[in-house]
């Protein structure tokens, strides 16, 4: 198994511009999650997902969207892009027990 | 909200040093996890705990969920340089589908 995958590894954006992260797991979990990671500072949670077709906002939810059209991919859309959303982004699958496991991150630099 | 208090923020400890830190709540939790994050990488599971009064080890890592339920222990034993990271513990309650992580503890092992 690959786990949770994340494209892409790191993407500049300009003030404005519009990008999808993708996010894939091959481990059949139903919940998903998006986390943003400030430097030197904890997770925060901006949307989560208990299924295919169903989406729920987190702490940080504004300036994002989501989807889940299947088990496996849960993409995170930002569609204008503002400097505040500079950040790391960490996708992440649950098992029925609770643990969840995070994909490697991608990074954002928003000029 | 629930509120996760972890401590310390940061270690700096010799080669070989066991360490001990911990992760307190106002609110029970069902389950507590350990993570490590390495920079440039994200959050590793290192030990998930589901019961009260429960020991767990991986390795040198021993983790304890507190009998209160409010409270867990992650001890790293005859620590090496590699041990170098910040450390998150989570905790998850019943009613809820998302995890709510302490701060982080930063540790840095001198060789």
């Known amino acids: 198994n690959a786990g949770v995958t994340q494209t892409p590894k790191f993407r500049i954006l300009k003030i404005g511009q519009s990008m999808t992260l993708q996010c894939t797991q091959d481990m059949n979990h139903n919940y998903m999650y998006w986390y943003r990671q400030d430097p030197g500072m904890g997770l925060k949670l901006i949307y989560y997902?208990?299924?295919?077709?169903?989406?729920d906002k987190g702490e940080v939810p504004n300036g994002y969207n989501v989807s889940r059209s299947t088990t496996e991919d849960f993409p995170l859309r930002l569609e204008l892009a503002a400097p505040s959303q500079t950040s790391v982004y960490f996708c992440?699958?649950?098992?029925?027990?609770?643990?969840?496991?995070f994909g490697p991150g991608t990074r954002l630099l928003v000029l | 909200g629930q509120q996760l208090n972890q401590s310390p923020q940061s270690m700096f400890i010799q080669e070989g040093e066991d360490v001990s830190m911990n992760c307190t709540s106002s609110s029970i939790f069902n389950t507590w996890l350990w993570y490590k994050q390495d920079p440039g990488e994200g959050p590793v599971l290192l030990i998930a705990l589901y019961k009260a009064g429960e020991l767990t080890s991986n390795g040198r890592l021993t983790a304890q969920f507190g009998i209160t339920r409010k409270d867990s222990f992650l001890n790293i034993s005859a620590s090496i340089p590699s041990d170098v990271g910040i450390y998150f513990c989570a905790g998850q309650n019943n009613a809820g589908n998302m995890l709510t992580f302490g701060g982080g503890t930063r540790l840095m092992v001198k060789p």
């Open positions: 992440a699958s649950r098992t029925t027990t609770g643990a969840q496991y």
């Open positions: 997902s208990v299924g295919a077709g169903i989406t």
